[in-house]
């Protein structure tokens, strides 16, 4: 293993040579019967491509097997000076413990909680300690200019988030339909520069985008462009943040004043003060759920954070270190060596799958598959955790038509990149009426310098091959 400066490296050294099926494509499939390991079906299992999302099984056995499934994270509050009258006279700290899944409901209850506690102001400043993850606040391995990413799917990863470190920001007509009121969402958030530029159209057709125009000491400015209809009673839209802590600095001061917790300070990164008392702590979803949202929706900001988390609780078993994406991967390459028996090459960059030169095989995926599905500890949640064909999450829309499985009968994760290869993946289970349980995966990509296959045509030609299957 070899850690180098502050980037993910590859644990296991790759050659990769393409073998084409088609003139454009590469494909490296397995089935296998999960009561005995028989192989049902394989075309070039051995074969390492770019696995997308799919990687996301990865993280979902490693953060099952050193976290547990009813795990929790705990957001500790702490505050300096005295409590009079309910009033911390000092500073509050929140020293952030890699929690991905702070969202709207969870923030709100801990503050109700506070108020409900006799907490009546703030006198201090909002002190957000982020030293339990490195200042790397984006994912290295990723491809295109990440700092200047606005989508809400690759937003930049921090100790302490607040929804999954993205603003939201709604629009809506006046009750006379005379005027646009956009505001962000659900909370006021000083310090945000929010300016509409939305006119009414015609039409009930919502048009809307929402950009970050700057980010930096005077803040952030985000502008809300386009037109809405008068049938649209409420249209959210979500950006990704430029400052991680300051965003989720504003959210919980949002909070407190909507609680009518008086707060006037401002809010600011720093360490906790060795002097600083416990006031709170705010209780994490246990893993089994929060895996839920990273699989059911493919939840990128997830996979860094536990990507993370796993890299500061499991690097050094010895003693807690900072986390960062290259301690995580590196925990999750160990878990894939020794505790998997993955001894063949493969290529792991970033947990998320977001990475283009992560590189895993079909047999590699399945041996993840059979490993969590000997595990009656793990199993049902990982299970879980995985969106159902034609009910939820990626698999949604898939694996229903007449060529296919009946609704429920899949659960998968699925996976794609458009650039610079079309990439689609699927690994999952299903129950054959003849062999019982079977693991699957099956990783596609399009080969280099020639036309990419389009993203549909190859799901489309998984999800036959699936309801085709018949050993």
Known sequence: MKISGNTCVVIFFLSF????????????LEFVRLSDGKVL???????????????????TGAALHFFTPEHTFST???YTGALKKGVVTGDLIVTGEGDPYITNEKLWEFVADLRAKGIKGIA????IDNSLFDDNFRDPARSGSLDSSESAYDAPISAFAVNFNTLN?????????????????????????????????????????????SS?????????????????????????????LSIS?????????????????????GLKPKNAQLLATLESYPISYILKGLNTYSNNFIADMLTKKLGSEFFDPAKKTQGSFARGIAVISNFMHKEIGINDEFTLLNGSGLSPKNRLSARQVNKVLRFVADRLDLFPEFLASLPASGLTGTLKKRLVK?????????????????QPIAVASIAGYFRHPSHGLVAFTIIENGVLGKNQPTLSSLRHNQDKMLGDFSP
């Open 169 to 213: 920001v709604s629009a809506s007509l006046t009750p006379d339909k005379g005027a646009v009121l956009v505001q962000t969402y659900p909370v006021p958030l000083k310090g945000i520069q929010l300016i509409s530029k939305v006119s009414t159209g015609g039409s009930g057709v919502q048009a809307l985008q929402l950009k970050r125009s």
């Open 402 to 418: 007449e060529d296919a499985m009946n609704a429920g009968k899949v659960r998968a994760k699925t996976g794609s990149l458009s």
């Open 41 to 59: 079906k394989q075309e070039n299992p051995d074969l390492t491509l770019s696995p997308a999302s799919v990687t996301k099984l990865l993280i």
């Open 17 to 28: 040579f393409p073998i084409a099926y088609a003139e454009n494509i590469t494909r490296s």
């Open 124 to 127: 201090g400043n909002l002190i």
């Open 216 to 244: 930096g000491k005077l803040g952030e400015k985000y502008v809300l462009s386009g037109r809405i209809g008068p049938s649209k009673n409420l249209a959210k839209l979500y950006q990704s943040v430029g400052d991680p």
């Open 76 to 78: 500790s509050f702490y």
């Open 249 to 269: 600095g504003m959210y919980l001061a949002g909070f407190l004043e909507e609680a009518g917790i008086l707060f006037k300070g401002s809010i600011i990164s």
